[in-house]
């Protein structure tokens, strides 16, 4: 899919999960990626342990969820970067910031409190709003850019106890496709990428027994995709939702659509 080492990326949650993942996959194809986390030590050793292998990381301590935060970290990742072509939203959290035990003992939604509720929607759907908010304005200006949505499976969104993570996702998917619509005009591309299935990420639950775990797809799932959409390949290519463990069938599809030249 050729050599990214034109592109500049901001992966939010890049520091582990998915996130780190993606943000991999980008510096290993020549991308130059800012790392957009909220500011910790492990912000800093993240990007400390690309660096030291000649990679091109850069920290940016943003929290999605303080539209300043993200404002600011907007027109630091410019500065950094020397621009941006690519935002990856993938910064969340999951259904164990609610209930630790939600595999085995589902709470339903009645029981949730308003602040649990409140704090994953923050995160995992405000803060797509916020972070997409922020960097439009210097795609639509440049008329070009490309934001990715990570989401998930349909089927989680409403599976029973899912309260409040399935409705996040689900406002996050509404999100992609409205953004879609809303910078087509501009020539912004917005796509969703899922890993098609439940990844072994810190989202899991600790209680979940060694056996199942070898069922977790690795979060490596991602990379494939993740270099697909910075590279020149995706040009103008909007509105997908990808499915990453699906991927090379979506890409031979993709491939084999009337009026594209050959891979």
């Not at 639509?140 to 409403?158: A, I, L, P």
């Not at 995706?234 to 891979?263: C, H, M, N, Q, Y």
Request: some cysteine.
């Amino acid at each position: 899919m050729g050599d990214l080492s034109h592109v500049r990326a901001v992966v939010t949650g890049a520091t582990s999960g998915l996130g780190a993942a993606m943000a991999d996959a980008l510096l290993d194809a020549g991308a130059s990626v800012a790392f957009a986390s909220r500011p910790t030590p492990r912000l800093d050793q993240a990007v400390a342990q690309r660096r030291a292998r000649g990679l091109a990381a850069v920290a940016l301590p943003m929290d999605v969820r303080d539209p300043l935060a993200v404002h600011v970290g907007a027109e630091q990742a410019a500065v950094l970067l020397g621009g941006v072509d690519l935002v990856v939203n993938n910064a969340g959290i999951g259904m164990r910031t609610v209930n630790p035990r939600f595999l085995e003992q589902p709470m339903a939604f009645f029981e949730v409190s308003p602040e649990g509720f409140s704090d994953v929607v923050a995160t995992d759907l405000t803060g797509y709003f916020l972070v997409a908010r922020a960097f439009a304005p210097l795609f639509v200006e440049r008329r070009r850019g490309r934001f990715v949505n990570v989401s998930m499976n349909h089927e989680t969104m409403r599976r029973r106890g899912f309260v409040p993570y399935g409705p996040a996702r689900a406002g996050a998917e509404a999100l992609s496709a409205i953004m879609c619509e809303d910078l087509r005009p501009y020539g912004v591309t917005v796509n969703i990428l899922l890993p098609g299935g439940a990844t072994a990420t810190g989202m899991v639950p600790d209680t979940v027994p060694d056996e199942a775990r070898t069922s977790l797809l690795h979060p490596d799932v991602m990379r494939a995709p993740a270099v697909f959409l910075a590279s020149a390949e995706a040009e103008g290519l909007t509105g997908e939702r990808i499915v990453a463990k699906d991927f090379e069938r979506w890409l031979a599809d993709f491939r084999s659509r009337p009026g594209r030249p050959p891979g």
